[in-house]
């Protein structure tokens, strides 16, 4: 993909989250401004302990996190740190979107540390008591950890691994519910919705994963030895054996006068 396509891609999809988060901030915009009031004026009651007043503060810091995922990437890149956008955006990413639905989970109800800690394990009882809004709710506690976590750790590049991390991290919350005694149920059906949003969102953002990288296969690295170059034809072969040489003479040659063979006589007698 060239240069220019990639960019307007990016710019694209930059301006396509703006207007997805401009027209749900227009669907809610009611709900938030009812506690508009109470955060100006910055009163603990009526903002920070109510999911209005939580939701309207992450857009009120929607700016300011952008700051901080420039700055971190500018800091990366002058370092020569390699996918500094990539990592700045996905640390950012993950604290951002999370953090806030954390805090939600874990406000104390109006009986904490006088009412003991309740526990539901069965699974898909509580889920229809939850009503749409509270299972949309457990679906977006982890939906931000699900779906940069990938971008960020090439370990967590899979959707089984993504699943464990959003129901992990679940179980420490109904845990710690439970344990600091916040007038909570501790439910087997929050982990579950909490893992699915987790893995949902995963799947969402499944091509910009980091994968890691793959061992080479015995195969792969033989076929990556080059082949030895062949070696120049040597002289040309020998004679096998003293049969291939050429045979010896006879014998030395035969003097005039002399017999021709073994059982010759003497010479005769010249005439007188």
């Known amino acids: 993909m060239s240069a220019p396509l990639a960019r307007t891609r990016r710019t694209v999809l930059v301006g396509l989250v703006i207007l997805g988060l401009a027209g749900a901030a227009f669907v809610v915009r009611r709900p938030l401004l009812m506690a508009a009031p109470a955060c100006r004026a910055g009163r603990w009651h009526g903002c ?24 971190l ?14 990592r700045s955006l996905a640390e950012v990413g993950m604290v951002y979107g999370t953090a806030p639905f954390l805090w939600m989970t874990l406000m104390p109800g109006p009986g904490a540390g006088v009412v003991p800690g309740r526990v539901s394990l069965v699974p898909l009882r509580d889920l229809m008591a939850m009503g749409p809004l509270g299972i949309g709710g457990n679906l977006l506690i982890f939906a931000a950890l699900g779906f940069f976590a990938p971008l960020r750790f090439a370990a967590l590049a899979s959707l089984p691994r993504v699943l464990a991390l959003g129901a992990g991290c679940s179980v420490l919350v109904e845990t710690a519910q439970y344990v600091c005694r916040l007038d909570r149920v501790s439910s087997v059906d929050d982990v579950l919705v909490n893992a699915a949003g987790a893995a949902l969102f995963g799947l969402a953002s ?8 793959r061992a080479p296969r015995p195969t792969d690295r033989a076929r ?18 003293p049969a291939a040489t050429a045979a010896p003479a006879a014998g030395p040659a035969a003097r005039p006068g002399s017999a021709s063979g073994p059982g010759a006589g003497p010479a005769p007698a010249a005439a007188d």
Do not use: F
Request: with cysteine; proline share 11%.
């Open 206 to 213: 499944r091509r910009w994963w980091r994968t890691p990288a």
């Open 73 to 86: 990437a500018l800091c990366r890149r002058a370092t020569g740190g390699a996918g500094a956008w990539r």
């Open 48 to 71: 920070y302990d109510t999911e209005n007043g939580l939701l309207l503060m992450m857009l009120v810091w929607l700016p300011v996190a952008a700051l901080v995922v420039a700055a």
């Open 224 to 241: 990556s030895v080059p082949a030895p170059a062949a070696e120049p034809a040597g002289p040309a072969a020998e004679p096998a054996g």
